[in-house]
């Protein structure tokens, strides 16, 4: 199975900071990354698709680079909807993993 | 509206049986692979299961293979997963999940039901 790292494993940032949350694959998966956002209580939201495709309704404060191994989130400006977790997903084979998540919590 | 429904969550005794449901709506069901993937309270999200648009593709987790069984029903649009052989380790919240693009396996979700939570305990 291909195994994803999430790091950092927590964040503490302050609205309108700019925050990166970065996600390695053991070994190359291409595209074939996909991030999600969960609030306590609730599913998973997707967020963006084949590493830097925005869902339709993301805002555009959201984004997401890298190929190969190397991934990473990025949110321009903090809000404070934005506090949550964040998980990536591999889909480069027929058996998905996630990443561990990232906690984002206000500072 | 697009929308994902699970149900048949509830307590189990461990070595029991529980089959799962997800009722879609909104979209074509037959044109898409599904997915289910559960949630350890606090923890982490992990894939547990997913099966191709006319289900000749099935896919599982080391975790479960042998004792989950994932099927549907294009007709009624409708998702399940037999879950035979439970172990406390099994207790989740068990979401159904879409793939975002295509029929077979190996996709990115782009619609999540509510969740339905199993606790296998005795």
């Known amino acids: 199975d291909i195994q994803m790292t999430q790091s950092p494993f927590t964040l503490s940032a302050s609205v309108g900071d700019r925050v990166t949350i970065t996600c390695r694959a053991s070994q190359s998966i291409s595209i074939w990354l996909a991030w999600y956002q969960q609030k306590p209580g609730k599913a998973p939201k997707p967020l963006i698709y084949?590493?830097?495709s925005l869902e339709s309704g993301v805002p555009s404060r959201f984004s997401g680079s890298g190929s190969g191994t190397e991934f990473t989130l990025t949110i321009s400006s903090l809000q404070p909807d934005d506090f949550a977790t964040y998980y990536c997903q591999q889909y480069n084979t027929y058996f998905p993993t996630f990443g561990q998540g990232t906690k984002v919590e206000i500072k | 509206e697009v929308q994902l429904v699970e149900s048949g969550g509830g307590l189990v005794q461990p070595g029991r049986s529980l089959r799962l449901s997800c009722a879609a709506s909104g979209f074509i069901f037959d044109d898409y692979a599904m997915n289910w993937v559960r949630q350890v309270p606090g923890k982490g999200l992990e894939w547990v299961s997913g099966?191709?648009?006319?289900?000749?593709?099935?896919g599982y987790a080391d975790s479960v293979k042998g004792r989950f069984t994932i099927s549907r029903d294009n007709a009624r649009n409708s998702l399940y997963l037999q879950m035979n052989s439970l172990r406390p380790e099994d207790t989740a919240f068990y979401y159904c999940?879409?793939?975002?693009?295509?029929?077979?396996?190996?996709?990115?979700?782009?619609?999540w039901g509510q969740g339905t939570m199993v606790i296998v305990s005795s």
């Open positions: 084949q590493a830097s």
């Open positions: 099966i191709s648009w006319n289900s000749r593709s099935l």
């Open positions: 999940a879409k793939a975002r693009a295509g029929a077979g396996l190996g996709n990115a979700f782009d619609i």
